[in-house]
Every structure is written in structure tokens, then in C-alpha cells.
């Protein structure tokens, strides 16, 4: 697993998120930056929720971001992946972000 992150969303207040698209044979990794709603704090847990036909290979957390690798879904499928944080300061928050899978279109 690559430890360069490319698909970001970044949390902002009142915003629902988005990460590019996947093919359903891919395994990748999307990130969520919740350097925003922080305000100074860091996350001390993190556990991401994910709907049946997406599989969550691994995740991994840093001070403002965190990780997930995603796998499978199927053409046309759009899943809404749940993050569920703890900050040191015991806060707790959750960030839903929608995904898309689409199948590689043949020219």
C-alpha cells in the first residue's frame, strides 16, 4: 500500500463531501483532512463505517487526516462511507463522504 495519499476531501462546515470515482476492481486510498473542524485538537481514534458491497481493507489515522482503503462496489454504485473520529480533547465527531464506483468505459 502506497503511503501517498492523491484522493483528499477536505472537511468544511455545512459541506457534504465527495472523493473522485473508483473502478469496482481497484483497491485505493481516500483520505479526509478535518484540519478544519479541529481547531487546534488532533485525533486520537478513528473508525470508518462502510455500507454492504464496499470493503474496507485497512485504515489509518495522523494528527489532522485520515485513511482508508477502499475496495469492490459495483458499476454505477454510489456508497456513503461514514468516519467516526475521537480528538485528544475527548471530542467526537463523524464525516460522511459519498464515492462513486464506475467500470472503466471501453473506446
Known amino acids: 500500500m502506497s503511503a501517498k495519499v492523491r484522493?483528499?476531501?477536505t472537511v468544511k462546515s455545512g459541506r457534504g463531501l465527495r472523493w473522485?470515482?473508483?473502478q469496482p476492481a481497484e483497491l485505493l486510498d481516500f483520505a479526509i483532512d478535518w484540519?478544519?473542524?479541529l481547531e487546534g485538537d488532533a485525533i486520537a481514534s478513528s473508525a470508518f463505517v462502510v455500507p454492504p458491497g464496499v470493503t474496507a481493507a485497512s485504515s489509518?489515522?495522523?494528527?489532522r487526516e485520515t485513511v482508508v482503503w477502499l475496495a469492490?462496489?459495483?458499476d454505477r454504485g454510489s456508497y456513503l462511507v461514514v468516519n467516526r473520529i475521537t480528538t485528544t480533547?475527548?471530542?467526537?465527531?463523524?464525516?460522511a463522504v459519498r464515492i462513486k464506483v464506475k467500470a472503466k468505459s471501453r473506446a
Not at 89 to 95: I, K, L, N, T
Open 89 to 95: 480533547a475527548g471530542r467526537e465527531m463523524r464525516q
Open 20 to 22: 473522485p470515482s473508483k
Open 72 to 74: 469492490g462496489g459495483v
Open 7 to 9: 484522493r483528499v476531501a
Open 60 to 63: 489509518s489515522r495522523a494528527a
Open 35 to 37: 484540519t478544519a473542524r
